[in-house]
């Protein structure tokens, strides 16, 4: 399995990015997919994360600093989830990795990013004041 993450760059204050992160050699079809961040000398947080079940749809949780700002979705027929991000601020800088579970995810163990069993290349966003 592989996830392939795009769509970073360089963006003034107030900018947005859409992320993208795409799945080959396997299709999650009730599981937990999502972005966390690294900015330098830090330790890698969750950013946010869609819980998708195939009877139920997804649900989306976000960090309390992204909420109103980022939105993250998915589109199962391409493998793939977005992450939307608007209002950029200075301290959104990082870089971006996507990460999947192989099986829906308890909403308790969102945030740990050691229960994903596969993890994207990272993509690096920069936000200038």
């Known amino acids: 399995v592989q996830l392939q993450a795009s769509g970073g760059g360089l963006v003034q204050a107030g900018g947005c990015l859409r992320l993208?992160?795409?799945?080959?050699?396997?299709?999650?079809?009730?599981?937990?997919m999502g972005w966390f961040r690294q900015a330098p000398g830090k330790e890698r947080e969750f950013v946010a994360v869609?819980?998708?079940?195939?009877?139920?749809?997804?649900?989306?949780y976000y960090v309390d600093s992204v909420k109103g700002r980022f939105t993250i979705s998915r589109d199962n027929a391409k493998n793939t989830i977005y992450l939307q991000m608007n209002s950029l601020k200075p301290e959104d800088t990082a870089v971006y990795y996507c990460?999947?579970?192989?099986?829906?995810?308890?909403?308790?163990?969102?945030?740990?990013?050691?229960?994903?069993?596969?993890w994207g290349q990272g993509t690096l966003v920069t936000v200038s004041s």
């Open positions: 990460a999947a579970a192989k099986t829906l995810v308890a909403t308790r163990d969102l945030w740990n990013r050691r229960v994903y069993d596969y």
């Open positions: 993208s992160c795409t799945t080959s050699g396997r299709t999650f079809s009730s599981s937990t």
């Open positions: 869609v819980n998708w079940n195939m009877w139920s749809g997804g649900s989306t």
